[in-house]
T-cell receptor, first 115, second 113 residues
Framework: DTGVSQDPRHKITKRGQNVTFRCDPI?????LYWYRQTLGQGPEFLTY????????KSRLLSDRFSAERPKGSFSTLEIQRTEQGDSAMYLC?????????????FGSGTRLTVV | LAKTTQPISMDSYEGQEVNITCSHN???????ITWYQQFPSQGPRFIIQ?????VTNEVASLFIPADRKSSTLSLPRVSLSDTAVYYC??????????????WGLGTSLAVNP
């Protein structure tokens, strides 16, 4: 297992376009999280899955954002009608249910630039 | 939710020991303290986690006093590659509420030659 993988690493899009990011968690991890991080700030929680169920969504996740995790494996995060304010690093993390002594495992992120 | 306070930035030199202190006055009984390291354009990486007293691994040590209202991450003999942002987080890792952990601004550590 090579850890949490995110694709693409970088995405440049024009305002108004739709974008989709993919996250492949560590295979035995049943929890998956999406975070957003802007320059100079810590990560902000967006949403959380346990297996295929999306159990919580942050108020940051407007109706232009949607996330899925079919079959409890990989996850996708889609942003519709992108705005310049969506420019950020989008981070995916996974962990084991029941807590872990090793915290989250994060991917390297997808850096989105909306022009 | 316990919030944390850390210095915004620190400077050090290669070979020195670096201690980063985090305040968490409102820590709850079931809360653990976790530290992450983040390099530019990468996701955060777990460093160390503890509940009380002292925890040591191959990378760092974590010192937690009896009242648990603060914690200190100790990095022995830092090198240039330790230049990164270090985050201190507090939360109940066994309640499944990891998602509610609040990430602050972290401490930006610069190691100079």
């Amino acid at each position: 297992d090579t850890g949490v993988s995110q694709d693409p690493r970088h995405k440049i899009t024009k305002r108004g376009q739709n974008v989709t990011f993919r996250c492949d968690p560590i295979s035995e991890h049943n929890r998956l999280y999406w975070y957003r991080q802007t320059l100079g700030q810590g990560p902000e929680f967006l949403t959380y899955f346990q297996n295929e169920a999306q159990l919580e969504k942050s108020r940051l996740l407007s109706d232009r954002f949607s996330a899925e995790r079919p079959k409890g494996s990989f996850s996708t995060l889609e942003i519709q009608r992108t705005e310049q304010g969506d420019s950020a690093m989008y981070l995916c993390a996974s962990s084991l249910e029941g807590g872990t002594n090793y915290g989250y495992t994060f991917g390297s992120g997808t850096r989105l630039t909306v022009v | 939710l316990a919030k944390t306070t850390q210095p915004i930035s620190m400077d050090s030199y290669e070979g020195q020991e670096v201690n980063i202190t985090c305040s968490h006055n409102n820590i709850a009984t079931n809360d653990y303290i976790t530290w992450y390291q983040q390099f530019p354009s990468q996701g955060p990486r777990f460093i160390i986690q503890g509940y009380k007293t002292k925890v040591t691994n191959e990378v760092a040590s974590l010192f937690i006093p009896a009242d648990r209202k603060s914690s200190t991450l100790s990095l022995p003999r830092v090198s240039l590659s330790d230049t990164a942002v270090y985050y201190c987080l507090v939360g109940d890792i066994y309640a499944g509420n990891n998602r509610k952990l609040i990430w602050g601004l972290g401490t930006s550590l610069a190691v100079n030659p």
